[in-house]
């Protein structure tokens, strides 16, 4: 397929997980991909495997790092045709914090009544919040934002807002990535109504438990649960997301606009 052939595709956190698979995909179908990376070294390595393409260093959580990072890439590569804004992050204190407990509780479950409180919200920083919704949030808001100040003067362009089911339903235990999330699909829904009539397309995938570096270092009841609560009976692979986002960015997807598409292996089937 060369559904992107000679368009040029901007992905952010290209240079590794979902991000370098979604880097992969597009340039297999034609793109000249650029995968934006706070680690300018991980972006670099994913490009080298591709036809062309750039590395380009972006801190998403500062507007001015952005705009940088888009007028670098248009003056390298030429017009942005497709925004993927992927890049995530987590307060890895929260996550060392909740995880045992998370997995105290699983264990308690299985045998009566949880006893065993999280603590998740009320042990939550106010730089832990900060940082996570700076890093989701506020960079999907910096990266559509630049994207269509370049892409609304040819009236054309595709972008693509990761979010997570854990927008849609909540993930006990998270609520700054949830709050987020859920931020991601309703900045995604109006976005995409303002600027569809200036030929640009917003969409947003929302996957459910996907099998990155991060969740292989996940051993035990955890990664066990996660399998057991998806129908589908295993976790999805990144290639099966960046599938969903090169339809979205593909004129395939021509008549989508604001939706959520959400690979996720039947562990939520309403959004």
């Not at 976790?235 to 997807?253: K, N, Q, R, Y």
Request: net charge negative.
């Amino acid at each position: 397929m060369t559904r992107f052939e000679g368009k040029v595709a901007a992905v952010t956190g290209g240079g590794s997980g979902i991000g370098a698979a979604i880097c992969r995909r597009l340039a297999a179908e034609g793109a000249i991909v650029a995968a934006l990376d706070l680690s300018v070294d991980r972006a670099q390595e994913i490009v080298a495997e591709l036809p062309g393409g750039a590395a380009i260093e972006v801190d998403v959580s500062n507007s001015e790092s952005f705009e940088e990072a888009l007028t670098k890439l248009e003056s390298d590569l030429g017009p942005l045709a497709v925004m993927v804004n992927n890049a995530g992050a987590l307060a890895m204190s929260h996550v060392a914090r909740i995880n045992p407990l998370i997995e105290q509780q699983r264990a308690e479950q299985a045998v009566g009544p949880i006893t065993t409180p999280l603590d998740a919200l009320v042990r939550l920083t106010d730089e832990e919040w900060r940082f996570v919704l700076s890093v989701h949030l506020d960079g999907t808001f910096y990266g559509t934002r630049a994207a269509v100040r370049r892409m609304a003067e040819r009236r054309a362009g595709a972008i693509v807002n990761m979010a997570s089911v854990c927008g849609i339903e909540g993930c006990t235990g998270h609520p700054h990535y949830s709050a987020a999330k859920a931020g991601v699909l309703g900045f995604t829904r109006a976005t995409a109504k303002e600027v569809i009539v200036q030929g640009i397309r917003v969409n947003a995938i929302a996957p459910g438990f996907i099998d990155t570096s991060r969740t292989k270092a996940e051993v035990g009841v955890a990664r066990q649960s996660n399998v057991a609560r998806t129908p589908a009976g295993r976790l999805g692979a990144p290639e099966e997301v960046a599938a969903a986002v090169a339809f979205l960015a593909s004129d395939d997807a021509s008549f989508f606009v604001g939706a959520t598409v959400s690979p996720n292996g039947g562990l939520v089937t309403a959004v």
